[in-house]
């Protein structure tokens, strides 16, 4: 008897047989296995109708039916609008031993195949290693798709850190200033990210920064780095002395190998003048 974990023997089992001999043998075949989820149908045609309400985790297709055979059978299965139909693993058991009949089953979207007659411990232990590969698959792709959402809203979070085009364009009627940018990230999250911040009437603070790497890693960084900003604005006219307070507070944080650039410059609109430091960042371009 093979050792089957809980989770596997509670999956769904679709036997469709047209002979009912073989459907009671085949249904005690997994019963004794621990697989308590079994349904039946006679041909292809009752299949279809039952994969709506039951939705196998495996489906036991015979070939030869009346009504509707196997491989008929299986081109709508494998041509159903919901993935989930569609990709369910399907293992033919048939009499037919052609080389030209077993291409066709793969042909119309096989996972495996049986001869009949069929030994209980091979069919048992491939339905096994297709349901437990089924699992895998569908454990990975729910955990992309969880992926995909929280990176997304990660996205859009750090989105909001960037000025939009109406936060531009006020910033550059208070302050006289024509402002123009640009923001791509290479990835779904990357490590850059630029803004700017009122001082007073006549002082506009700006900055860009760029973190090493690209992912989750640089995206958590920016986060950081964007809260500990708001933290050291009594040094903020002072461009040397914010950059040096900056350092200080999050180099103990970064692992090895994590860093940043950074370019920050203060804008006097009275004056007439930029000041600015970088850290390892080019210096600005001034025309």
Known sequence: MLSVNKEICNSNILIVEDDYLGRMVLKEIFASQGFVNIAEAENGKEALEKIKSFHPDLIILDVVMPIMDGVECCKHIRSDSDPHIANVPILFQTSLDGMADKALLFEVGATDYLTKPVDPHEITARA??????????????????????????????????????????????????????????CSELGGDFWGFKSLSNDELAIYMVDFAGHGVNAALNVFRLHALMQSAMDTARTPSAYLTYLNSILAPLLPTGQFATMFYGVINNKRNTLSYAAAASPPAVLF
Request: aromatic residues 6%.
């Open 128 to 185: 096994v290693v297709h349901l437990e590969r089924d699992a895998m698959t569908k454990r990975l792709r729910e955990f992309q798709l969880r992926m995909a959402g929280e990176l997304e809203i990660a996205r859009m979070t750090q989105g909001i850190l960037i000025p939009d085009n109406v936060v531009i364009d006020e910033m550059a009627e208070a302050y006289g200033l024509q402002i123009c940018s640009h923001y791509q990230s």
